[in-house]
């Protein structure tokens, strides 16, 4: 069976900087090719492109990952109708219950301190709706508990199985771009969950990356010049490397979680069109924000290499299992570059996984140069269209089938 996989592998130089710590406030790192590699997660990049689609995408595309999920929807019950504000989370928390199962309560360690009656009730883990998917609990919730938002109206309403099946629908249906592409655990009603489309491994450099610190202190404003010393005095940890990093969307599964367009006035790939792009070009961007202001390290990738795949997804890290080792007149892009131009025709060639029609190379700097052979180069607002074009006509191709 043919599927639609999109592959995105990019190279990123990064300074010194301390994207993703650890517990200590160390740089994370990894063992591979037998030494020491630096490593931002993949949550921490997932964090970071989820971030970013707020700038891509508008409000009603997204959703919202939060154990404050009563709250946020006792706002969208209020929106609809403030005099429910008295009783709002309330009536929300109990919409929840019978919609997902979600147990949401005042956390133990504020009951304990005596401001149960103040505390807003919270789910005992972060559960993900759509914007969509909230609307359309608190048009249950208002409807369930009549003009004057009785919480056992709304109770009585609820146990009612065809009322308790819309409460669900509305948790299970209309999914936003970021639900889709990332996935929904949802421990209480596991029918519930959603499967992710993208896969986002953890970037490493690409070459042996040692830890540094950085011993700094600060001067206290009002000290006199007979105080000698310090006001404050520490260490930051930090590295610096250049990172290979690699993203993966099942565009079929993409496509199941948002489901064909239904709008006059697009096409029927245009959910799937909207979500691919803004994740190739969110990925592309984004940047994990750790002690971003201490080191300023705001770099874009200085290669980006896309596949479009019929069979499955195939990472490149390969090609720096064995340690890239410094130029001769210093740094690592070069190098990495010559790697993926060998390593990747070698390895396309070998699987039988070619794709010259399906393949993008976007690239900056001469010392890219050796990547030009694996792809059509084109600018990122190029890619991201050409990439779109590109699915859409899958898409649509299978749902003619």
């Not at 924000?289 to 890290?317: Q, W």
Request: with cysteine.
């Amino acid at each position: 069976m043919t599927r639609t996989i999109l592959d995105i592998h990019v190279l990123q130089v990064v300074p010194p900087s301390n994207l993703n710590r650890d517990d200590t406030g160390t740089p994370k790192s990894a063992h591979y090719g037998g030494v020491r590699r630096a490593r931002v997660s993949s949550q921490a990049w997932k964090r970071a492109t989820r971030t970013a689609f707020e700038k891509l995408l508008p409000p009603e595309a997204l959703g919202v990952r939060t154990k404050k999920i009563a709250e946020a929807l006792a706002d969208r019950i209020i929106d609809r109708n403030e005099s429910l504000a008295p009783v709002a989370v309330q009536l929300a928390a109990e919409t929840l219950k019978a919609a997902a199962g979600i147990k949401v309560e005042v956390p133990k360690r504020r009951a304990k301190n005596g401001d149960e009656d103040s505390a807003a009730p919270e789910s005992s883990y972060l559960m993900f709706l759509s914007s969509r998917q909230l609307d359309a609990l608190a048009e249950v919730t208002i409807e369930g508990s009549g003009p004057q938002g009785d919480l056992k109206v709304l109770q009585t309403y609820l146990k009612d199985k065809e009322n308790k099946a819309k409460a669900r629908q509305a948790v299970d249906s209309r999914h936003s771009v970021d639900i889709a592409l990332f996935g929904r655990m949802v421990a209480d009603a596991a029918d519930l969950n959603v499967e992710a489309a993208s896969q986002v491994a953890h970037a490493i450099s690409v070459h042996k990356s040692e830890i540094e610190s950085d011993f700094y202190t600060a001067v206290d404003d009002l000290s006199s010049a007979e105080e000698s010393g310090a006001g404050m005095i520490g260490t930051v940890d930090f590295n610096s490397a250049t990172l290979y990093r690699y993203a993966a969307v099942d565009v079929d599964e993409l496509t199941r979680n948002l489901g064909l367009g239904l709008r006059a006035d697009e096409g029927p790939s245009a959910p799937v069109e909207k979500a691919v792009g803004a994740f190739l070009d969110a990925f592309v961007t984004s940047l994990p924000t750790g002690k971003i202001n201490t080191f300023g390290n705001h770099t874009l990738p200085s290669a980006v290499i896309v596949r479009l795949r019929d069979r499955r997804p195939v990472s490149f890290v390969g090609a720096f299992e064995e340690p890239v080792p410094q130029g001769t007149e210093g740094g690592y892009l070069r190098e990495s570059c010559r790697r993926l131009a060998a390593y990747v025709p070698d390895l396309e060639k070998q699987y039988g996984i070619e794709a010259p029609e399906h393949g993008w190379v976007f690239r900056v700097g001469e010392e890219t140069e050796a990547l030009e052979p694996l792809g059509r180069r084109v600018s990122l607002d190029a890619l991201v269209r050409e990439v779109q074009e590109a699915v859409a006509a899958r898409v649509i191709s299978g749902a003619g089938a």
